[in-house]
């Protein structure tokens, strides 16, 4: 297998060391710090993926040549890539660094299975004879001023919720109390991040992390960390937070974590300016797609996985 040597080898090791944590698909301190190469491909490629690599919750698939990579993990008897391959412009790396995930997978015994794939990219694998199928949606919010989103006014018991977005360097000095709602968070995750948190008093009771410089001018929250309970209000108070910050950076929209509650969209789709994006899931054709898409199932992969 060519590629294994070139560019598998490096990472194979570490892939075949995952703890348990890794397989369960719950963010993992062993995927370690972002490299620099990392963080200067995802600052110039448009796919709206690229941050899913700054979260620090995968591991990663890099092209030896330095065009790109794809965040993977190991999940049951699967190895999942999280999204399209993300990539400098101008390179033709895309299919490459497929075909060096497929030959990862075959070498490591694993069923190969690309999740939260683009229209785009669903219909070059269907074309290449993988299952394709839906497997949900990504919410979009339009910050267009003629959408004009806006959350209602909160309940008198959540008014005492106040909310914010931190810069890179004050998240990292809440790490602690933002760690208490995230176990196993990796403080270099928060590298190139802002935060946006939602506290009652002095306690932290929700947050995530906000990325700028999506593809197409868009802006992006990934999945709400919270505690066992997160009310209405403090969810609508981290979202209309967001929302602010996305519109003084100059953002054409807010990609929103898949996992939201509908109630939490309900007052925003109103407005209009809700759009949906279909996603989906492409594996190996016959018994092997059945068999990754019902180990795919199996939980907490669908809790934990950036979206």
């Known amino acids: 297998m060519p590629f294994i040597s070139g560019v598998l080898a490096p990472i194979w090791p570490r892939l075949q060391r995952l703890s348990a944590v890794g397989i369960s698909g719950e963010p993992s301190e062993e995927a370690g710090p972002v490299p620099v190469t990392v963080r200067s491909i995802a600052r110039v490629s448009p796919s709206p993926d690229a941050s899913w690599a700054l979260s620090g919750e995968s591991s990663l698939l890099m092209d030896a040549l330095g065009r790109g990579f794809i965040p993977v993990r190991t999940h049951m008897g699967c190895l999942v890539a999280d999204g399209d391959p993300v990539v400098r412009p101008g390179t033709r790396a895309d299919w490459p660094m497929v075909r060096a995930f497929l030959d990862l997978s075959q070498a490591g015994g694993r069923i190969p299975v690309l999740r939260e794939v683009s229209p785009a990219m669903a219909e070059l694998y269907r074309r290449k004879g993988f299952n394709v199928r839906l497997s949900g949606t990504r919410t979009r919010v339009d910050l267009s001023p003629a959408s004009a989103p806006s959350l209602p006014p909160r309940a008198a018991e959540d008014r005492e919720l106040e909310a914010e977005v931190l810069s890179e360097r004050r998240a990292l000095a809440l790490y602690r109390p933002l760690a208490l709602l995230s176990p196993g968070l990796d403080v270099t995750s928060l590298h190139g991040a802002s935060v946006v948190v939602v506290r009652s008093g002095s306690r932290v009771v929700g947050w995530a992390r906000l990325w700028a410089g999506e593809g197409g001018g868009s802006a992006r929250m ?19 937070a967001a929302l602010d910050w996305s519109r003084e950076l100059g953002a054409q929209a807010l990609v929103l974590p898949s996992d939201l509650p509908p109630s939490a969209l309900e007052a925003l789709g109103r407005s209009g300016a809700v759009r949906r994006e279909p996603r989906y899931t492409a594996s190996p054709p016959g018994w092997r797609a059945r068999v990754s898409d019902l180990l795919l199932r199996v939980p907490p992969l669908s809790a934990f996985l950036p979206t």
């Open 222 to 240: 990934d999945r709400v960390r919270s505690g066992p309970s997160l009310s209405d209000g403090a969810l609508e108070a981290l979202l209309a």
